[in-house]
């Protein structure tokens, strides 16, 4: 298993140019199972899970083709299989979003319960709730979903949580259902409104998306498409935080500063000098940053997904901050790592109290899950010393090049590949 080697102290400088979203091209590769035609995409991040959802939907029988440039062309003309099986699903959570589409132009499906960041136990009843209200015969079977409809019939849905994923399936159910669904208390994630805007370019009828109530209109079918996935938020607002913790002077380029308000806010009250124009972030950090405080929420509240980087950020603050996760029930795993390299944080329930030291010090950590490997890497680049973060596979799903790009803004960061000895 690789590793990363990362020696603190440097300050970072230079340009990062920011990935597509992880977590917008993933269900937006799952809506080419709506059509027959070829779905385009651009800025589709180089990320392993991206590779294992190419690899499920080639299993499937869609055709796949990596172009030059992160594009990626999809195309669902004739599929072998409805099923996803385990040992792909295992691994990543966004698999279960090939259920919608699959019912909604297949009839049937058969998903694996999936896998994903062991961040709490997640479980996919709202999505099942959500398609049986669309008229589908859902259960679950020997761990997978099996599910079978012969036309969705539009409904009133309203799930019990705002869940982002819950969401996007049921909206990629609903658009080619018979007649007019509602999704109520739907997920107003950027990620969210991006499948929406997908959809809607293939021929959806789609309004609403962005608030909590989505209204669809059903259609009989949906045609091929060109789209760009939209920026990556929490790997840019990732980068910030390195950049408030470790100080610097940075510019992000290909960004999305309107869906990333939260985050922008909580940095600059840390003391983090932020410029947005267009699609660029500048960012500077020229002291050590203010400890700031902030809850989890769903969008627009601050992420979850960005939790752990700027408890990173705030362990080697002035002051103390109190960190209450609201989302997931087990996203602290980080906690245990950063103490290793000196932090000063004691857990409470949801809540983490997080008093700044001075300094850290390099030490050997286990990367748990993706943000709080990400949390780990900031903590590394202001640590005296060397750290080496272990299980970087979990990186590796979600953040394209990390390394490279910090590299290239000046961080003494290197892989060492499995096997190796540090
Ligand atoms: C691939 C992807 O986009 N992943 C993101 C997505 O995950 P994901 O879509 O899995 O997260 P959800 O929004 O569904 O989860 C929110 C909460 O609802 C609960 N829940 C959800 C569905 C369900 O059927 N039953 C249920 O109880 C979950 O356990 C969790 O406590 O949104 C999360 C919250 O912003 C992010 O952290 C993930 O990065
Ligand atoms: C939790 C995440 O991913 P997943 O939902 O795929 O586990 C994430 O992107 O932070």
């Not at 045609?223 to 790997?235: K, Q, T």
């Not at 932020?274 to 020229?286: H, Q, V």
Request: net charge negative; with cysteine.
């Amino acid at each position: 298993m690789d590793k990363l080697n990362i020696t603190g102290g440097n300050r970072l400088q230079g340009e990062v140019i920011v990935s597509g979203a992880k977590n917008a091209a993933l269900p937006i590769m799952c809506a080419s199972l709506l059509t027959a035609d070829p779905v385009r995409l651009a800025n589709v991040p180089d990320l392993n899970d991206i590779d294992t959802l190419v690899r499920l939907l080639a299993r499937m029988g869609v055709r796949t083709e990596r172009e030059a440039g992160n594009a990626l062309v999809l195309q669902a003309d004739r599929l072998d299989s409805c099923e996803a099986p385990y040992e792909l699903v295992k691994t990543m959570r966004a698999s279960i979003l090939v259920l919608g589409p699959l019912l909604a132009r297949f009839g049937e499906a058969r998903v694996s319960l999936p896998g994903g960041c062991a961040i709490g136990q997640r479980p996919v009843d709202q999505h099942i709730k959500g398609l049986a209200a669309l008229g589908a015969d859902v259960r679950v079977e020997h761990g997978f979903v099996v599910a079978r409809a012969e036309r969705l019939k539009g409904a009133l849905v309203r799930t019990d949580m705002i869940t982002v994923t819950g969401t996007e399936n049921l909206l990629m159910a609903a658009v080619l259902a018979e007649g007019e669904t509602v999704l109520a208390n739907a997920a107003r994630e950027p990620e969210v409104v991006d499948l929406a805007n997908l959809l809607i370019a293939m021929g959806a009828r789609i309004e609403g998306q962005g608030t909590d109530r989505i209204v669809v209109q059903g259609v009989e079918r949906l045609h091929g498409v060109d789209y760009r996935v939209m920026p990556d938020r929490i790997e840019a607002g990732t980068f910030l935080c390195a950049v408030g913790a470790a100080g610097g002077e940075v510019v992000l380029r290909a960004t999305a500063p309107d869906t990333m308000g939260a985050v922008l806010g909580k940095l600059r009250d840390a003391g983090v000098e932020l410029a947005c124009e267009g699609d660029t972030i500048r960012a500077r950090m020229a002291r050590r940053p203010r400890a700031v405080g902030f809850r989890t929420q769903e969008y627009p509240g601050f992420a979850t997904d960005m939790q752990a980087q700027l408890m990173a950020m705030n362990a080697v603050a002035e002051g103390t901050s109190v960190i209450t996760e609201n989302i997931f029930e087990n996203r602290f795993m980080h906690v245990q790592e950063l103490r290793r390299l000196g932090a000063d944080i004691e857990i409470d329930g949801h809540t983490a109290v997080v008093k700044g030291v001075p300094a850290l010090s390099g030490a050997t950590v286990m990367a748990t899950d993706l943000r709080a490997s990400a949390s780990l890497v900031i903590a590394g680049l202001v640590a005296e010393g060397v750290t080496t973060v272990e299980r970087i596979y979990h990186l590796d799903r979600g953040y394209e090049y990390m390394e490279r790009k910090l590299a290239q803004l000046g961080a003494a960061i290197v892989r060492v590949p499995g096997g190796a000895s540090a």
